[in-house]
């Protein structure tokens, strides 16, 4: 399976490689039909027989996978396609159901040029598998399977609609007033990881012990992950269970966390506080918190609204009054005019809230975020009269 990750490896860098210099010469760059006509030519050639070894499916999936990232490039989604690192998230996926068969009753998968194999499933297959990805991390490999069903337009069970404010000092602060304290797993973990990164950087490279050394750092990092999605996915269960309508600032974390050194000409301030700004927020997942409360929501019949954050933090929720001088500190918010007084995250959680019931009842701009259209059938009643009057 290493030998199957490293052939794709190899044929998206080697596509990657010739891509970049057609670029270079001026040429148009090839198309995915090209590329397996070259992929063809690189397994017939003597330069790497090992390549007839892999599966083509995956060589081909792999292909395909740098048409995406070149588009997502394009699509300004992503930076421009890198070079993959052995040993970074080795995978191959076949495309094709086709290609595999699963047998769950005796926990086996096969897979073309592996035969049967074991497997733990960690969760019951539902549905029509559509493909299977096989990788590997932390030493451990896993399949992922994804599958296909139909499933009944969920009726909401819950009623409430909830606002956030997401922060760094805490996690996420609720419009109700309970907050999620701050996940930071990568801090918690991070003097252990330096001391693991350490012994490693002093170990002959490929020795065993470098081996070893390396594994250890592996096994703390996927720790952390594991750390991180635990506790996004508890939390988000949780609130999609319980409220049919979800409101968060359109923060976007891409150009929050855009590198605070800036470039040769025009370089950024405050650099280190900037870092450390970038760090937490991607330390926290917001945007895999922002993924999973999306999709979560939609599978028990809500909805999440993204709201322009323009203000959050400086209105006044009874007043709505704007003004810097609101904010007394950080944490502390009082209203200039009617002196209404709360903690700032809470206030900005209820703007928030308020917010996305505007934009619910009356289509103010509404983000790309909205997952559905459903948001205004789910919401609250007498929340669009108050806002009503509000108007
Ligand atoms: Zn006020």
Redesign the pocket.
């Known amino acids: 399976m290493r030998r199957f990750a490293g052939a794709c490896r190899f044929v998206y860098n080697e596509a990657l490689a010739l891509q970049k210099a057609r670029h270079e010469r001026g040429e148009k760059k090839h198309g995915y039909a090209g590329l397996c006509k070259l992929l063809t030519q690189w397994r017939n050639s003597a330069q790497a027989p090992w390549l007839r070894d892999a599966p083509v499916h995956p060589l081909q999936q792999a292909m395909q996978d740098l048409e995406r990232a070149y588009e997502n490039f394009f699509a300004q989604r992503a930076g421009f396609p890198k070079f993959k690192k052995r040993g970074q998230r080795d995978s191959f996926r076949y495309p094709d159901p086709k290609q595999f068969k699963l047998d769950q009753v005796n926990g086996r998968l096969f897979l073309p040029k592996l035969g049967w194999m074991r497997l733990r499933l960690s969760r019951a297959v539902l549905g029509k598998p559509r493909n299977a990805t096989v990788s590997l991390r932390a030493g451990k490999w896993s399949v992922s399977i994804q599958t296909e069903r139909e499933v009944e337009l969920p009726v909401p069970q819950a009623t409430g609609a909830l606002g956030i404010d997401m922060g760094i000092a805490r996690f996420a602060t609720f419009s109700d007033g309970r907050i999620l304290a701050p996940l930071n797993s990568f801090r918690r973990h991070e003097a252990r990881l330096r001391h693991a990164q350490r012994v490693l950087s002093r170990k002959m490279k490929f020795s065993r012990n470098w081996k070893k050394a390396k594994a250890r750092v592996q096994r703390i990092h996927s720790r952390i992950a594991n750390v991180r999605g635990d506790y996004l996915h508890k939390a988000t269960s949780a609130i999609s269970e319980n409220h049919a309508m979800v409101c968060i600032e359109d923060l976007q974390v891409k150009i929050l966390s855009k590198s605070a050194a800036g470039t040769a000409e025009n370089p950024g301030r405050n650099v280190r506080a900037k870092a450390g700004l970038n760090k937490s927020i991607l330390d926290q997942g917001w945007f895999e918190f922002r993924r999973q409360l999306q999709y979560k929501l939609q599978w028990a019949g809500g909805a999440l609204i993204a709201v322009p954050p323009q203000n959050t933090s400086r209105e006044?929720p009874?007043?709505?009054?704007v003004s810097a001088a609101n904010r007394l500190t950080q944490a502390r918010f009082r209203?200039v005019?009617?002196?209404?007084e709360d903690h700032a995250d809470v206030v900005g959680a209820k703007n928030v809230l308020a917010r996305g019931h505007r934009v619910a009842a009356c289509g103010e701009v509404v983000s790309r975020c909205v997952s559905s259209a459903a948001s205004s059938k789910q919401e609250p009643a007498e929340a669009t009269e108050r806002e009503a009057t509000h108007a």
């Open positions: 006044c009874e007043c709505r009054c209203c005019q009617c002196l209404y």
